[in-house]
């Protein structure tokens, strides 16, 4: 597996007043991993939220992650790649699942088989729509067609997405900063893979880092960052962190479960 839930302490030291510039709202949305039905419900209640509180300037970041282990990755680049026709600023991450995605777009066949190893396959089948055709298909098959099926606006939406955010006190990012390098040197391939050495560091990284990546069975707190990632492909809920001044709050979208 690629992925692990990090137990979180329940004490939790209570971090300095942070704020995002007078006049901007912010919400910021954890990996989606192919959960359309939970991200068109947690945009719902972001539109409800937005226009229930005083006008201001709305921000809306996806932290990476659309694609892969949930059953509407397509789905869900679609809605993404039209959210700015109702919100303007509307600006995405790239995780490590787009840039494996991207990758396995090139006609490779070793990082489509990597791909597909890290969840890419629910992608590919939502992308292919025979089930059937898929089941029969070589690597070199799927390799070679699998291009020819993701809309060339997927790609170039996917392709637009930037390596990390920064707006007042907070700094958005899909996995997390390495610590004690400047944002503007942090590589790639932290921004988007880091792990423990991020998770496990305490000391004050100038900004509250937002991300997703690491998953948590509710919004992990600390004094220099907000993990967001609930891991909706398996645990039915979603969630995003808003901001506005010096106060934040949460949404959850949830399934429905007998």
């Not at 659309?66 to 680049?77: H, T, Y």
């Not at 997390?176 to 423990?196: A, C, H, M, N, Y």
Request: proline share 3%.
């Amino acid at each position: 597996m690629f992925w692990k839930f990090r137990s979180q302490s329940k004490e939790r030291k209570i971090p300095v007043a942070h704020a995002i510039p007078v006049g901007r709202r912010v919400y910021a949305i954890g990996d989606i991993h192919g959960r359309d039905d939970l991200f068109s419900q947690i945009i719902d209640m972001i539109r409800t939220d937005n226009l229930s509180r005083s006008q201001a300037e709305t921000t809306l970041i996806l932290l990476g992650d659309l694609v892969d282990r949930g059953p509407a990755s397509a789905e869900v680049v679609e809605r993404a790649r039209l959210l700015k026709n109702e919100f303007p600023d509307t600006r995405l991450l790239i995780g490590n699942h787009e840039e494996c995605f991207l990758a396995a777009l090139t006609g490779s066949v070793r990082r489509l088989r990597y791909f597909m190893r890290i969840g890419g396959d629910a992608t590919v089948e939502s992308y292919w729509k025979d089930s059937g055709c898929l089941a029969n298909a070589s690597f070199e098959d799927v390799a070679a067609r699998l291009p020819t099926l993701v809309p060339q606006s997927h790609i170039d939406f996917l392709n637009s997405g930037e390596d990390y955010i920064e707006i007042g006190d907070y700094a958005f990012v899909h996995a997390g900063i390495r610590p004690g390098v400047p944002f503007e040197r942090q590589s790639l391939t932290d921004l988007r893979w880091i792990r423990d050495e991020f998770l496990d560091e305490t000391s004050d990284h100038g900004k509250i880092i937002v991300h997703g990546h690491s998953i948590t069975a509710e919004p992990d707190e600390q004094a220099n960052r907000i993990g967001i990632d609930l891991g909706a492909f398996q645990s039915g809920c979603l969630a995003a962190l808003a901001l506005e001044n010096d106060q934040r709050w949460y949404l959850f979208a949830r399934e429905a479960r007998s």
